[in-house]
């Protein structure tokens, strides 16, 4: 092997480190709050986790504490702790139910603009040792249309948005995807947005929810959107949320628990035929953060 031959391999592998190839990552995002989100988020993890594939959960709306509670995982630390505080990714990792892993972002997500360009690479490769643990990395954003969660969205190569039947939630989903497209360096050729109908009453309802906001968005923001299916009403749902449990783990014969295997199941199954570019979270991250202070890179 001649020295140039080295110098390649060493840059591979340092492009390795830093973007990460490994586990696919999901961005599960919504228009406003109250869609059950995070729900989701966790229902699919499990479901996924079920289907043979490892998980990790990370929780990047920071304002709220809704994977924490439903998934019985308390963090001691979060991403800020290994940036600042010289925690190793492993440690701020959580073991929850059936092997599922969970991190929470916390104020690492919050405090972007106070990054160094260190930091950032530092973090970065800090992130892509996550994407050997795991198989998926699920991806839970705040709700709405804050800046950061803009970023969040238009950073992943693969989202996953949660509507309802609601008029309002129809609206909110629409000014999410419209700020989405006005946003710069948002790229449509490589980023597959899936749609969600939660709280519907049968497939029929969940396709007028993708139907109706397919056409606003084909014919005004010049993007697709992917129907990946609907979550029922489900009286078991809201039983398992005061229980502080997944009704996938909780009521495993109920309605919303065998939907939201037939959504995992096509999750895993798509994987095979996804041929956009994948972004690793450590990738993801380094957008973010470079989008949060340009001057800096």
């Known amino acids: 092997m001649d020295q140039a031959e080295k110098l390649r391999n060493i840059v591979r592998a340092q492009e390795a480190e830093t973007t990460g190839t490994g586990a696919r990552m999901i961005t599960v995002t919504s228009g406003k709050g109250g869609v059950g989100k995070s729900s989701v988020s966790v229902n699919l993890a499990v479901q996924i986790q ?9 929780d990047a709306d920071f304002g709220l504490a809704n994977v924490e509670v439903m998934f019985g995982a308390v963090p001691k630390y979060n991403l800020s702790d290994v940036i600042f505080h010289g925690k190793q ?5 959580v073991d929850g139910p059936m092997g599922i892993k969970f991190v929470s972002g916390g104020s690492g997500i919050a405090g972007l603009s106070n990054l160094t360009k260190e930091n950032v690479r530092f973090l970065s490769s800090k992130l892509a040792r996550l994407e050997a643990m795991a198989d998926v990395i699920i991806v839970d954003t705040g709700a709405g249309i804050s800046d950061t969660v803009i970023d969040f969205v238009k950073s992943s190569g693969e989202v996953l948005l949660v509507t309802t039947p609601e008029p309002t939630s129809i609206t909110d989903s629409y000014a999410l995807l419209k700020a989405l497209a ?7 050729k490589y980023t597959t947005i899936h749609l969600l109908a939660n709280k519907a009453d049968n497939v029929v309802e969940g396709k007028i929810v993708y139907n109706k906001l397919e056409l606003v968005a084909e014919k005004f923001l010049d993007m697709r959107l992917n129907f990946l299916g609907y979550i029922p009403n489900d009286s078991y749902v809201m039983r398992a949320v005061m229980q502080q449990k997944p009704v996938s783990m909780l009521y495993e014969n109920s309605k919303a628990a065998h939907a939201f295997k037939r959504l995992a199941e096509r999750l895993v199954e798509g994987s095979a035929k ?4 994948r972004k690793g979270i450590s990738q993801v991250f380094f957008d973010l953060f470079k989008r949060a202070d340009k001057s800096r890179f």
């Open 182 to 188: 006005r946003s710069e360096n948002f790229d449509r």
């Open 274 to 277: 996804e041929t956009k570019r």
């Open 50 to 58: 079920k289907l043979g594939q490892r998980v990790i959960i990370f």
């Open 89 to 93: 990714i492993e440690e701020i990792i």
